[in-house]
């Protein structure tokens, strides 16, 4: 919200020498954030003076007419000044900023020749001083108004204090100069004059215009005037178009300007047709589906079934409180127009500005909440304002339909606000903090009875209140008591688990990403889950921050691989992510959670219930990778990145969560992302506990990934807690090192045939690893040959040979009575 001290002054009997830091604490102490406190004339340096033109040369021979000009600004001598403006004569008062000034922006002023001739100075348009954004000529100032040489800042209104705040979500009502000047009032304990406090006519038998409102949620008070004849090609003031630019809002037309001016001012949005465009009554109701509608801004939108949309017989013409359409606006020339000022549902207003992403200024005010009084109000300063500068007849009907219901009576306990704080507070103090804001408070027992002011929907709960009396208190006042602190145990278990596996995968060369848990809702289809996969049942958020992803995700590899992608289109070409996170799996149920409020404690009941609403959350791993694992370079080609190094990935994260080697299995599976012939699923002691492979080439199409991607994912919640394992005593003895090749069916896993290994070597044997694999017609069809490498050590000695080939022997003997495998070579 921006606004100028001046406009506040007009409501607000402000100390007369207020500083701006004074001004910055009392905002900050009400509760809004300060963004910047600028004192207008400070933003042009040096002379910015009144100067009389004398003579006007026009110069020719240029692309552009350029006028040579010589200027008295009071000086001894008059200022020559080249200028290319050409809407002011001899004559006329002008504005003048001397060699050595500077404009805003950093535009310094010199003495120079230019066009042939010399330039002192330059006269000033308002643009150029930061008054408006009309670059159209220069400022012309009333005859006689001043004498030459006088300091232009307080002449053009430069010498303004420019304030700009931030407004939290819960306080719409300072998003006006209303607003803003009612809490200045309440802090420095002034007078405050409310610009709404007027005779408005209320709503009359006959209307100026038919309106029907078909959904009284959505817009519950609708309010119109009618005013004809008015002059098209009357200007907004100079005062209304300097306030309209110092709030960040540019000069459009009168009646336009109007609407905007009153919207900062009182916090009311309104709008204005031209009447002669309209077709019919006006209908307002929720659109209708596949309706579309053209907005201001050039842009047709898709309407959806929960927006809002004022019709006349044609179709939509505005998308209600956010932005009107292109075919009933008014435009130059419009000389019947129909004012428009109503109140809409915050919460409908919120949604439809995100879905069709206009935050416009009225959608900013509509979701934080207006009062719903102020209508007839604004219609009426409206109507003023127009009349007096464009003349017109006013139509005397006034409409004004009017469902809104009147602020329901909170019962504040007493003792609450005392409890809740921690100071001590009467009933008494606690009525009168609350009647500054414009409530009214009756004791009855040991209950205050409050009903809020129309302006602050925001007042709807006890604790509410107790807010605004700990606001208006002074927070300076509260006491600042730290919480005793328990001695911290440290990360749980679960904790130094997840991060020894995010250490683990970033010394393997993967980069951790975090990415939004939201998907959109295609996503499963992009995944190629199937129908009755229950990895397609998600969250759906009410109120999501994007509505192309409104859900929550179920795995981790679609925001994952999105990521990837990301990646790779800057560049990349190398690329192996990681994440850890939940995903979010609901409970598929027809009941609705309980509303818990904020009063009280919920029951052992409700907190049950509501608990059992609330979708599993477990957390969860996923790698992705594509192009090469090790980089080509001098020393000889790389090598591509495959469904091995996903499987590679699991085993290492599995491995640093603590669980040894021997609980951890691998074994080939199908299950969708991943391709049926290149995916294995993840066990640790028998239960599986994630997937990993190659995905799926249609899953790969689908998110325009290279051939060969790969990714894993593990439920990290599965893993059981790492076992507490007593140190091995380090032999210092020599290791005996065989290999064995192994020629069986190629249908028989590797993980399999090296676990059948390990069992039949018994406590010698201290590692074995597979390091090649080999298939040929030589060794008969369907077989293939595992050679693995076993090391043999001892703690106490060195092995002789014959230990060594027993152990062997009797790790093979295993592995020929469970699949058949016979020594290659024998």
Not at 382 to 399: F, H, K, P, Q, S
Not at 790 to 807: H, K, M, N, Q, V
Request: hydrophobic share 45%; net charge negative.
């Amino acid at each position: 919200m921006k606004t100028t001290l001046s406009w506040l002054r007009e409501f607000v009997e402000l100390p007369a020498g207020i500083t701006a830091s004074e001004l910055d604490t009392a905002l900050t102490n009400l509760g809004m954030e300060v963004e910047s406190i600028v004192d207008q004339a400070a933003t042009v340096t040096g002379d910015l003076v009144v100067g009389r033109v004398l003579t006007i040369e026009e110069l020719t021979g240029f692309k552009k007419p350029i006028r040579f000009t010589t200027v008295d600004v009071g000086r001894d001598a008059p200022q020559e000044i080249v200028c290319g403006a050409r809407n002011f004569a001899e004559g006329d008062l002008v504005v003048v900023i001397l060699p050595g000034g500077e404009l805003p922006g950093g535009f310094r002023i010199g003495a120079r020749k230019t066009y042939g001739r010399n330039s002192n100075g330059m006269i000033c348009s308002a643009a150029e001083l930061g008054l408006s954004g009309d670059h159209s000529g220069i400022i012309v100032l009333p005859p006689d108004s001043v004498v030459p040489g006088v300091d232009a800042r307080p002449v053009v209104g430069l010498d303004e204090v420019l304030i700009e705040v931030e407004i939290t979500p819960d306080r719409g009502y300072e998003m006006s100069v209303r607003g803003i000047a009612r809490e200045l009032a309440t802090y420095f304990g002034v007078p405050f004059l409310d610009p709404a406090d007027l005779d408005a006519p209320g709503g009359t038998a006959g209307v100026p215009h038919p309106v029907e409102i078909e959904d009284t949620a959505g817009c519950d008070r609708f309010a119109a005037r009618v005013v004809r004849g008015i002059d098209p090609d009357a200007s907004s003031p100079e005062w209304m178009q300097r306030r309209l630019v110092a709030a960040g809002i540019r000069t459009i037309s009168l009646p336009v300007d109007i609407t905007n001016y009153l919207m900062l001012e009182l916090g009311q949005p309104m709008h204005v047709f031209d009447l002669n465009r309209l077709k019919g009554g006006l209908v307002v109701r929720r659109a209708h589906p596949g309706e579309k509608l053209t907005t201001l801004d050039g842009v047709a939108r898709a309407l959806d079934a929960e927006d809002m949309v004022i019709c006349d017989e044609t179709g939509p013409i505005s998308l209600a409180a956010v932005m009107g359409g292109e075919t009933s606006e008014w435009q130059q020339g419009t000389v019947d127009v129909l004012l428009e000022a109503a109140h809409w549902d915050p919460v409908m207003v919120g949604r439809t500005a995100r879905r069709h992403k206009l935050f416009s200024e009225a959608a900013k005010r509509w979701e934080r909440g207006v009062d719903p009084q102020l209508p007839l109000v604004a219609l009426e300063r409206a109507v003023g304002i127009l009349t007096e500068r464009a003349g017109g007849d006013v139509d005397e009907r006034v409409l004004d339909i009017n469902h809104v219901t009147p602020p329901r009576v909170v019962r504040l306990p007493v003792a609450l606000p005392s409890s809740v704080i921690g100071l001590s507070y009467s009933p008494a103090e606690v009525a009168e903090l609350l009647t500054k804001v414009g409530c009214s408070a009756e004791l009855v027992g040991d209950e205050l009875e409050v009903v809020p002011p129309s302006w602050r929907p925001d007042l709807l709960a006890p604790i509410d209140l107790v807010e605004e009396v700990a606001r208006l208190g002074g927070y300076n006042e509260i006491p600042s008591v730290l919480p005793p602190a328990g001695s911290s145990k440290g990360l749980t278990a679960a904790q130094r688990q997840r991060r020894s596996i995010g250490r683990a995968l970033a010394e393997n060369g993967y980069v951790e990403v975090l990415s939004y848990p939201f998907v959109a809702p295609g996503t499963a289809d992009a995944l190629g889950l199937a129908a009755d996969d229950p990895r397609r049942s998600a969250v759906r958020l009410t109120n999501p921050l994007s509505e192309e992803e409104p859900l929550l995700r179920t795995s981790l590899l679609a925001p994952l691989l999105g990521t990837l992608k990301r990646n790779l289109s800057r560049g990349r070409r190398d690329v192996a992510l990681f994440e850890t996170g939940t995903v979010f799996l609901p409970h598929l149920t027809a009941a609705a959670p309980p509303v818990l409020g904020v009063d009280r404690r919920p029951t052992v009941d409700e907190w049950t219930a509501a608990n059992a609403m609330v979708p599993e959350q477990p957390w969860h791993l996923a790698v992705a990778l594509t192009g090469d694992i090790d980089p080509a370079g001098w020393w000889g080609e790389g090598r591509a990145a495959s469904w091995a190094d996903a499987v590679e990935a699991a085993r290492v994260a599995v491995a640093a969560a603590g669980l040894p080697a021997s609980r951890i299995s691998v074994r080939a599976a199908e299950y969708a992302p991943w391709h049926p012939g290149r995916c294995a699923e993840i066990l640790v002691d028998g239960v599986v506990v994630g997937h990993a492979g190659e995905l799926h080439p249609s899953v790969i199409a689908a998110f325009d990934l290279p051939k060969r991607t790969s990714a894993a994912e593990l439920n990290l919640t599965l893993l059981p807690a790492a076992p507490v394992i007593d140190a091995t005593r380090i032999s210092t003895f020599p290791a005996a090192l065989i290999d064995v090749a192994l020629v069986l069916d190629r249908t028989v896993p590797a993980a399999d045939v090296q676990a059948a290994l390990a069992e039949g070597a018994g406590e010698l044997l201290e590692s074995v690893s597979l390091f090649d694999v080999y298939e040929s017609e030589q060794l008969g069809s369907g077989k293939r040959s595992l050679a693995y490498k076993l090391t043999f050590r001892a703690p106490d000695r060195t092995l002789t040979s014959e230990e060594t080939i027993a152990a062997r022997d009797a790790a093979v003997a295993v592995t020929a009575s469970r699949f058949g495998a016979v020594l290659r070579g024998a």
